[in-house]
């Protein structure tokens, strides 16, 4: 019941767009499927850390297919921008991996004026994923694959009337929010592939206790409070490596055998290798419409599988 780097098939001649690709996750991700072929898209907001990244990758594969693109999910100009430059540079996208996000975050707002963490873990990638989605479609067998959390347990779907918890904020309920919406998101996108005839899938993952940038990033900006320390303090002492906790979201880009909707974590739900999982509290029909009502009306962008196909 084990599966690695070693089971991912060839992926010449495929694009895959990686958010967050210059730390963590995202990082082990890109390296990963370059190293079996794949041209990378590395989209990241820090630009010194994403050519830190770039020449990580390249001094394990010197022969790696990488591009870099600014990428800064908290601006909607930002992520339009960054659409446009991948849509132009490339015909197809195999696999969009929506990794990147912050964690239990104090409260504060992107330049757009959103709660930072619904702002860049679900409204930020729900505009990627707009803008591209004419190439996802056109792309035979694409895949998108949106990041959970175990933490979605601890989530309730998206308030419709305040999404952005204002007034009543909780860095670490939020987080929960977030990471529920994008189970949501991958379980709704499914929906209008099936019902597009479309046959891309959408599927999602979560990591389990890995040892990563985000547990660091929460205990410096002190938004979780003492379970803050307490999980980065867990996490360097018993957290998978970056390279052992992507290997759920890889498995759900590559793996051959998966099934649009199907849900990857840690056998062990904190540890272990990658397995599909069931949906627990599955997500109803009133949620994933309660998503699509936040993201739709926040951003001005829809999700429109249907009419994202090409004529």
């Known amino acids: 019941m084990t599966w690695s780097t070693a089971d991912i098939p060839h992926q010449g001649g495929r694009v895959a767009v990686v958010t967050g690709a210059n730390g963590g996750l995202g990082l082990a991700s890109a390296k990963a499927l370059a190293g079996r072929g794949a041209h990378v898209v590395m989209a990241a907001r820090n630009q010194e850390k994403a050519a830190a990244a770039r020449e990580e990758i390249l001094a394990a594969h010197p022969d790696a297919s990488l591009e870099v693109v600014e990428l800064d999910l908290g601006s909607l100009a930002s992520v339009e921008k960054a659409a446009g430059e991948i849509a132009a540079a490339h015909e197809r996208i195999d696999v969009l991996m929506l990794n990147a996000g912050v964690m239990a975050m104090p409260e504060g707002t992107t330049v757009d004026g959103f709660e930072r963490q619904l702002g860049i873990n679900v409204l930020g990638h729900w505009a990627l994923t707009s803008h591209l989605l004419p190439t996802v479609v056109a792309t035979p067998g694409a895949r998108v694959i ?94 998978m490596s970056t390279e ?32 599909r999982k069931p949906l627990i509290r599955p997500g109803a029909d009133a949620a994933i419409a309660a998503l699509w009502t936040v993201c739709e009306r926040e951003t001005g962008l829809s999700i429109d599988v249907a009419a994202a196909r090409p004529s």
């Not at 793996?255 to 272990?272: E, K, R």
């Open 146 to 239: 949106t990041l959970s959390s175990m933490a979605q347990h601890q989530g309730s779907p998206l308030d419709v009337d305040n999404p952005h918890m204002r007034g009543r904020y909780d860095a670490w309920k939020q987080y929960g929010n977030t990471k529920l919406a994008a189970r949501h998101l991958a379980q709704g996108l499914q929906a209008r592939f099936e019902a597009a005839g479309v046959d891309a899938m959408a599927l999602a993952a979560h990591p389990g206790l890995t040892n990563s940038d985000l547990q660091a990033t929460t205990h410096e900006e002190g938004g979780a409070g003492f379970l803050g320390g307490f999980f980065h303090r867990l996490t360097e002492t018993v957290g």
């Open 244 to 275: 052992r906790g992507a290997l759920s979201q890889l498995r759900a880009a590559t793996d051959p055998s998966a099934s649009g909707g199907d849900y990857f974590g840690p056998l062990l739900v904190a540890t272990g290798p990658p397995v």
